[in-house]
């Protein structure tokens, strides 16, 4: 069981949040009496979550950084990354939310292809490099496309392009040009 489990709190706090924070989008500021002392303060409200933030001056001057606005009716629909944190307060270690503009997550790179993908990529950037009068060429050498070539041969891409490579350099039966061919 967990502090925030047995005293829950109506308000967002550190703990409601994930390691490496949330990223959510801002609906609203509006002012609430919070504290013993019923003290009006800003909460900003979000739209995946429940609970508002009550906003201290800190988290105040993060939203006029991250919005270029000071006037907080401009804040709705703004996205916004909160976070939990240790801060000093008082002179003692407290957790604490904070709020900071949605760091950009890095992409994760397509996969490599593979198999008959693969041999097409490859296939595609020797081609490019090819001459006109090179490219003609390529369906009379291989007696068809590249990929009739390694299912006739059993071979991989590279020895097809290798063998290409090598038969450009011989003079061929027929010099007549033919037409562009794709991989299959």
């Known amino acids: 069981m967990k502090e925030h489990d047995v005293y829950p ?20 500021v509006s002012l609430a009496e919070v504290g013993r002392e019923k003290e009006s ?8 979550l429940d609970k508002g933030l009550i906003l ?4 105040w001057r993060n939203m006029v ?21 240790k801060v000093q307060f008082g002179g003692e270690e407290v957790d604490a939310v904070r709020i900071r503009a949605p760091r950009i997550k890095p992409a994760t790179a397509a ?13 595609g950037e020797f081609y490019r490099t090819l001459k006109p009068d090179q490219a003609a060429k390529v369906t009379a050498i291989l007696g068809g496309a590249p990929s ?5 041969t059993g071979k991989s891409i590279e020895a097809c392009i290798g063998f290409v490579k090598a038969a ?7 010099d007549e040009p033919k037409d562009e061919i794709p991989f299959d």
């Open 148 to 152: 009739a070539w390694l299912a006739k």
């Open 56 to 59: 201290n001056k800190t988290n």
């Open 41 to 48: 303060k800003p909460v900003l409200s979000f739209q995946e």
């Open 111 to 123: 996969p490599a292809p593979t198999g008959a993908d693969a041999a097409k990529v490859k296939w």
């Open 168 to 174: 450009l350099e011989m003079p061929l039966e027929s």
């Open 9 to 28: 709190s109506q308000w967002l706090v550190a703990s409601d949040f994930p390691e490496g924070g949330q990223i959510v989008t801002v609906s609203g």
């Open 65 to 85: 950084c991250i919005t270029k606005s000071d006037e907080s009716d401009e804040w709705t629909g703004v996205k916004v990354e909160l976070y939990g944190t």
